[in-house]
């Protein structure tokens, strides 16, 4: 088993930049590929960046390359996305998932979830 806690959401202009954490204890995280996903009131959860077990390997959808960067910390058993040039358009829960071994950019094939994190981008 793999907890994931995330925290960092909160209340930004456009424009402006946050940063998730995703606290990960439990299963051995450097085990776990790590994705970020997102909720849209009425819509439902997609992909947003993906990250493989040692970093090496990240995926992004369209909407945000060039804007958002996946990382983590094997050490700190911690997983990061830096939100950067935000657009309203980015509000929605956040959700960080792990899964063993593989990165994906899948949904279904994430074992673990967190609670999720509100974004929301408005002035």
């Known amino acids: 088993q793999v907890q994931l806690a995330e925290s960092g959401g909160g209340l930004v202009q456009p424009g402006g930049s946050l940063r998730l954490s995703c606290a990960a204890s439990g299963r051995t995280f450097s085990n776990c590929a790590m994705g970020w996903f997102r909720q849209a009131p009425g819509k439902e959860r997609e992909f947003v960046a993906a990250?493989?077990?040692?970093?090496?390997?990240?995926y992004y959808a369209d909407s945000v390359k060039g804007r958002f960067t996946i990382s983590r910390d094997n050490a700190k058993n911690t997983g990061y996305l830096q939100m950067n040039s935000l657009k309203p358009e980015d509000t929605g829960i956040y959700f960080c998932a792990a899964r063993r071994v593989a990165v994906s950019t899948r949904r279904e094939e994430y074992d673990y979830w967190g609670q999720g994190t509100q974004v929301t981008v408005s002035s």
């Open positions: 990250i493989s077990r040692y970093g090496g390997t990240t």
